[in-house]
């Protein structure tokens, strides 16, 4: 299994990206940022489905990731709210994973 998390930084930018450990790629955010981080949102599935889904975030939102000289980063500007991008989610978990894919507790130790 893999999962998918969504958070929102202070300024208002969504941060999605994978992982396969939660709570280790929480810590690695935490030690990046020099504050607590908490995933609002956190989604599993089969590895192949995540990977998809993932893959198809960074192409829906493509002209509102933020960017620098070096490339695009999984952060997707705070014109674009992160409701905005959970009805997406919603909407391809349905429709193109069947359900395959799940919300989890954000705030259970996965």
């Known amino acids: 299994m893999r999962y998918l998390y969504i958070w929102s930084n202070h300024i208002g930018k969504t941060c999605y990206g994978i992982t396969s450990n939660v709570e280790n790629r929480k810590r690695k955010y935490e030690g990046h940022c020099g504050y607590e981080v908490n995933f609002d949102h ?37 014109n674009v709210a992160t409701d905005q991008i959970l009805q997406w989610i919603a909407w391809e978990i349905e429709n193109t994973y069947e359900n395959l894919i799940t919300k989890v507790d954000a705030t259970s130790n996965i």
């Open 42 to 78: 956190v989604y599993t599935g089969p590895a192949n489905h995540i990977e998809d889904l993932e893959d198809r975030i960074k192409s829906e939102f493509w002209d509102h990731l933020f960017g620098t000289g070096t490339g695009r980063y999984e952060w997707i500007n705070e």
